[in-house]
């Protein structure tokens, strides 16, 4: 299967898990390398991912080019510990999300998404649901648009 052609100056999503030291500070040297090249956090979570603290997961969109800059920039500060980055739908991109529902209204991801999901919306359970990104974001959507009073999600791997 052929890969599409991107074109390095189109902005695109992307999704980074920064390991920093666990000190003040950190978070505020990695936020001002995005600000002083014009680039904003569409979502960003902080804490400690798989037992390790000072974790930031964090997404945003640029180009590939303004994308490198970020990674040069980020990885030369002397809090960052470790860098991954990579586009919001590399499969390597993993998240999970919660949705709740109104009382009585069933929902279930839509068919075609390769995500794991349990609970039952419409007993007033929370549906969980884990998988990529990019198809966890893709639930996150149908449910907002099926009316979802609640939607978590969180960026729990990225390899």
């Known amino acids: 299967m ?15 898990l920064v390991q920093c030291l666990d000190q003040p500070g950190a978070l505020m040297a990695l936020a001002s390398v995005f600000a002083e090249r014009g680039v904003n956090f569409s979502s960003l979570a902080t804490g400690a991912l798989d037992g390790r603290p000072g974790t ?5 969109d640029a180009s590939e080019r303004r994308c490198r800059l970020l990674r040069r920039a980020a990885e ?15 499969p390597g991109a993993r998240a999970a999300g919660v949705v ?6 069933a929902f279930r991801p839509p068919a ?37 009073l609640t939607i978590g999600t969180v960026v729990s791997e990225v390899r």
Not at 2 to 16: F, G, I, L, T, Y
Not at 76 to 90: G, H, I, M, N
Not at 120 to 147: C, I, K, M, N, Y
């Open 2 to 16: 052929n890969e599409p052609v991107v074109d390095p100056s189109a902005p695109r999503s992307w999704v980074a």
């Open 100 to 105: 709740r529902m109104p009382p009585g209204k």
């Open 112 to 148: 075609g998404l390769d995500v794991v999901w349990s609970g039952d919306s419409a007993a007033g359970e929370p549906v969980l649901v884990e998988g990529t990104l990019a198809e966890v974001a893709a639930v996150a959507s149908a449910a907002r648009e099926a009316g979802a």
């Open 76 to 90: 030369r500060l002397t809090v960052v510990r470790s860098l991954v980055l990579r586009p919001f739908e590399d």
């Open 56 to 60: 930031i997961a964090l997404t945003f």
